[in-house]
């Protein structure tokens, strides 16, 4: 099962290796990770998506919460809280083809961020799973290129992961 | 706050003083030197060993004899890397350190000069946290905060890196008194909620037990559980790591459960209907001897809530200290209750694990333990190594006061003697003793001389069987008796190493030969040696 853990940590030097560290030698496996400054520039935040049983799970939170440079552990739950990704697409685009890819990029509240001759790059963010829609939407155009962040997450209403 | 202008270097040894550290044990190097420099003004005692792996286990031994964090001290590069085996073993055993390297210049870091070595990078699955200091003023608050972190909650070891150009930066110094690290926050009281319901599952038990482990060793936990065991009647086990805080001829003690445990621990962890677990991390080799059980209650009391439901499900989780728990849960505890049928039970378990005398030339070594421990002083440190030696130790050696010492969850070779160093350095009156297999005192026979330079009068058993044993019992087992490098042809005769470094020895081939070698062992004040002949094919399981 995929969890999606929201950790605010002390903005030291190493920290990063620390908690990569810690996933690979306990066996927890990372979807993905993101990390950032919060409004407190010595405070960042680490998005992990990890697999694993609850089991596991339990253990990640308690091992997390007994490195010294993590203050808070958080493990959000998915109809409570909203994750996105940004995607970056860049793909295969003659002058023809133009309108089509843009009509899918409305659709999909695509933005252009590039256009040449024979490109057009999208940026998107979304879900995960609204993400790879689009993306096979996007396949038969020829995909050159994909980069996307980790994902990031935040709970509804007044919920919120702070120091 | 009044500060006073200093290079790092001496600042070090004043956060030493500051912390009360009267005892360093390391091995200098270039990238350190400007700390010895310091160190040279003060008159902290400095235990030179002859490896810094054993300046590592030297620094556990007296942490665990003083209960509070120790100071083992090496250069940057190999100085540094030969310590890991020493920072994991102190991990894996929850022991308080403060360890200090030396490191290359602050700008030549990531640059594969000469001696250096990503010691934090590598140290980090071992240590409970880690520091490279860049920034000299950080200094103090780095000191205060690693002496803090490494003595409290879960203990452990705490490493601190330090460049050798931030060593002779100078700075404004002074000793921070208060502390405030808002990420770290450890637990001292348990949650009441779960006082009570573990009280009512005790009221209910009608065959409750303690199993007691190593983190009874921190604060009063080992006075408190026994007193919570007489308030409540509980029968107590041991894990290896909790030897010694229950006295063994306690009536309610039945011994040292697991692998290597006897019957009457094991049958009580496999028929009690309660088990209260005291800072016991419940490893494998702990309860390979359990059997899975859907009617038992667990309760499980643990300073670190990471242990608690890792390695065996639990019932009653209570995180927080041992000695402020145990405190809750004796004031909470209502009419005093009563186990006889279940202690009836349980004594009809006790075995007396019967010694055959061995051929002539040699002596079992069980027997040989017997009588050492007849002889030794209530309030004893034993210090055991690994394998064969270790269990023959464990199984046999009685406490009355005294403390048992082993690498219990690392179970790393070479332990016995610097620990024991340690442990004599933080307790000049009590009578230390290691005791190691001919294999282990070949990886660190080098300290006797540590002993005799420092006069740290410790004593030393060496049980040789001419075998890595406890190897050699494993393949006479599992590997159909093809016994691959387990063999030690061309060692030593042991009394004549100890004699090459002015130490009295004595051989034991016989149970008579015992008794002489170990009064003179115990009535001798300065270090001493038994060689005790074992039989080469001598088991510990039978
Ligand atoms: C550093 C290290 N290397 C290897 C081992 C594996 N090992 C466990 S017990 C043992 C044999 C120990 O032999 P010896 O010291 O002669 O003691 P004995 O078992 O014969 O009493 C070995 C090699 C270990 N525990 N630690």
Same mark, same amino acid.
């Given at each position: ?163 | ?132 200091? !860049? ?60 006082? !009570? ?65 006897? !019957? ?101 070594? !069980? ?176």
């Amino acid at each position: 099962m995929k969890h999606t853990i929201s950790v605010l940590v002390e903005n030291n030097a190493g920290v990063l290796a620390r908690i990569a560290g810690l996933f690979a030698r306990r066996g927890f496996n990372i979807d993905s990770l993101a990390v950032g400054v919060t409004d407190d520039e010595r405070v960042s935040r680490i998005t992990i998506v990890a697999d694993g049983s609850d089991y596991t799970l339990e253990q990640i939170e308690k091992q997390l919460n007994k490195l010294i440079d993590v203050i808070k552990v958080k493990t959000l739950k998915n109809d409570t809280s909203i994750s996105r990704e940004l995607v970056l697409i860049k793909v295969g685009c003659s002058s023809r083809q133009r309108a089509e890819i843009m009509s899918i990029a409305e659709i999909a509240h695509a933005k252009i961020s590039d256009i040449s001759n024979t490109t057009i790059t999208l940026e998107l963010s979304d879900s995960k799973d609204n993400l790879a829609n689009y993306e096979e939407l996007l396949r038969p155009y020829g995909i050159k290129e994909i980069v996307r962040t980790g994902t990031i997450a935040i709970q509804k209403g007044e919920a919120a992961v702070r120091v | 706050m009044n500060t006073t202008r200093m290079t790092v270097a001496k600042a070090m040894t004043e956060c030493l003083k500051a912390e009360g550290i009267s005892t360093v044990f390391g091995y200098p190097g270039a990238a350190i030197c400007p700390f010895y420099d310091e160190l040279y003004n003060t008159d902290i005692r400095h235990i030179l060993v002859r490896h810094e792996v054993n300046g590592g286990h030297a620094a556990s031994g007296y942490a665990r004899i003083s209960g509070k964090p120790a100071v083992a001290i090496a250069t940057s590069g190999p100085g540094a890397l030969n310590l890991i085996t020493a920072i994991a073993t102190a991990y894996m055993d929850s022991i308080p350190m403060v360890i200090i390297t030396g490191q290359v210049n602050t700008e030549q870091i990531g640059r594969d000069v000469f001696q250096e070595a990503d010691i934090t990078g590598s140290a980090e699955p071992f240590v409970k946290h880690s520091y490279l200091l !860049k920034n000299p003023e950080d200094t103090a608050r780095v000191f205060k905060e690693a002496f803090y972190i490494a003595g409290s909650g879960r203990r452990g070891p705490v490493l601190i890196d330090i460049p050798y150009d931030v060593q002779k930066a100078e700075i404004d110094f002074a000793y921070p008194e208060t502390i405030d690290i808002r990420s770290y926050r450890p637990s001292t009281y348990g949650n009441g909620q779960q006082i !009570k319901r573990a009280i009512t599952a005790m009221e209910q038990a009608v065959r409750p037990l303690i199993c007691a482990g190593g983190g009874l060793f921190t604060g009063d936990g080992a006075s408190l559980m026994r007193r919570f065991a007489e308030v409540n009647d509980i029968p107590v086990v041991s894990t290896m790591m909790g030897l010694g805080a229950m006295p063994t001829d306690n009536p309610r003690y039945y011994g040292m459960l697991g692998m290597h445990g006897c !019957k009457s621990a094991n049958y009580a962890v496999n028929h009690c209907d309660t088990l209260i677990l005291l800072g016991a991390r419940v490893g494998d080799r702990a309860i390979s001897a359990m059997e899975a059980r859907s009617d038992l209650t667990v309760i499980h009391i643990d300073i670190d809530p990471a242990e608690i439901g890792k390695n065996l499900a639990v019932d009653i989780p209570i995180v927080g200290d041992l000695t402020a728990v145990l405190g809750q849960l004796i004031e909470a505890c209502g009419v005093p209750t009563e186990h006889s049928a279940w202690k009836n039970e349980l004594d009809a378990m006790r075995s007396d694990d019967k010694v055959t005398p061995a051929k002539d030339g040699y002596i079992n070594p !069980k027997q040989f333990m017997r009588i050492l421990d007849k002889a030794l002083p209530d309030n004893s440190v034993v210090v055991a190594d690994v394998g064969q030696n270790q269990i023959w130790a464990a199984a046999n050696i009685t406490f009355h006061g005294g403390r048992f010492l082993t690498s219990g969850g690392m179970g790393t070779m070479g332990y016995s003697i610097p620990a024991a160093i340690g442990a004599k350095a933080a307790s000049p009156d009590k009578e230390v003793i290691a005791i190691c297999g001919d294999g282990s005192f070949q990886m660190q026979m080098m300290e006797l001389a540590t002993a005799i330079q420092h006069d740290i009068n410790i004593k030393v058993i060496v049980m040789r069987n001419n075998y890595l044993g406890m190897v050699r019992e494993l393949q006479e087992k599992g590997y159909d008796n093809r016994l691959t490098a387990v063999s030690l042809d061309g060692s030593p005769r042991y009394t004549k190493i100890a004699e090459a470094y002015g130490i009295e020895a004595a051989l034991v081939d016989s149970p008579e030969a015992a008794e002489t070698a170990v009064k003179q062992l115990i009535s001798s004040d300065r270090p001493f040696l038994i060689e005790v002949s074992v039989e080469e094919h001598e088991k510990t399981i039978l």
